[in-house]
């Protein structure tokens, strides 16, 4: 009977040791950063511009970073986060890219008002893809000059960005560059707009 009793208490303690060395790897948190733009543009005759909406594909717009996986699928990073909602930062960060491409005061940014007589930028990202080393991005985006629907430029682009790996830095890294390339795209119809 002994050897029965210290048979389970030895199986309880080797349990209760393989519970304390079982702990969920931490939370990492990823945010989106400017990107380097291609040019400056000095002379700006437009009114000042700000993003008003920006949509994302609905797989992507979560908490939870899409990684590749080795099948050459997308899957869910369970402990890799976005630091807020994905659509969230994507325009804080399109609009941080305007501001570097754009002369100072041209760029509102999203949560503050916009003035009655500027551009209103609409951006609809279609797709956002990853395969082997290389980020893909659909977008399309409406400039709409203020009460002016009928004047609105559309336009759309296909752009890519090479990847190092497929590890959510890299990804947000695509996320990042990608942005920057589309805001390089936006700051070039809306100075099309010239104003006397």
Request: aromatic share 6%; charged share 20%; hydrophobic share 45%.
């Given at each position: 009977?002994?050897?029965?009793?210290?048979?389970?208490?030895?199986?309880?303690?080797?349990?209760a040791?393989?519970?304390?060395?079982?702990?969920?790897?931490?939370?990492?948190i990823?945010?989106?950063?400017?990107?380097?733009?291609?040019?400056h543009?000095?002379?700006?005759?437009?009114?000042?511009?700000?993003?008003?909406?920006?949509?994302?594909?609905?797989?992507?717009?979560?908490?939870?970073i899409?990684?590749?996986?080795?099948?050459?699928?997308?899957q869910?990073s369970?402990?890799?986060?976005?630091?807020?909602?994905?659509?969230?930062?994507?325009?804080?960060?399109?609009?941080?890219?305007?501001?570097?491409?754009?002369?100072?005061?041209?760029?509102?940014?999203?949560?503050?008002?916009?003035?009655?007589?500027?551009?209103?930028v609409?951006?609809d990202?279609?797709?956002?893809?990853?395969?082997?080393?290389?980020?893909?991005?659909?977008?399309?985006?409406?400039?709409?000059?203020?009460?002016?629907?009928?004047?609105?430029?559309?336009?759309?682009?296909?752009?890519?960005s090479?990847?190092?790996?497929?590890?959510?830095?890299?990804?947000?890294?695509?996320?990042?560059?990608?942005?920057?390339?589309?805001?390089?795209?936006?700051a070039?119809?809306?100075?099309?707009?010239?104003?006397?």
């Open positions: 009977m002994n050897n029965v009793r210290a048979s389970w208490w030895l199986a309880g303690c080797a349990a040791a393989a519970l304390c060395g079982c702990r969920s790897a931490p939370t990492r990823f945010t989106l950063a400017p990107a380097t733009p291609i040019s543009i000095d002379v700006y005759h437009a009114p000042a511009l700000r993003v008003d909406t920006l949509s994302l594909p609905a797989g992507w717009d979560r908490i939870e899409l990684k590749p996986s080795a099948a050459g699928t997308l869910i369970d402990f890799d986060h976005w630091a807020a909602p994905l659509s969230q930062i994507a325009r804080q960060a399109l609009s941080e890219d305007l501001d570097l491409r754009l002369p100072p005061g041209d760029v509102i940014y999203p949560r503050l008002p916009k003035p009655k007589v500027a551009l209103g609409n951006v990202i279609l797709e956002f893809d990853i395969v082997a080393s290389e980020a893909s991005m659909h977008a399309s985006w409406t400039i709409v000059p203020s009460g002016d629907a009928e004047g609105a430029k559309r336009s759309a682009a296909q752009l890519r090479s990847m190092s790996s497929g590890d959510p830095a890299a990804v947000a890294h695509a996320w990042s560059d990608l942005l920057g390339k589309l805001a390089d795209r936006i070039a119809d809306a100075s099309s707009f010239n104003m006397p």
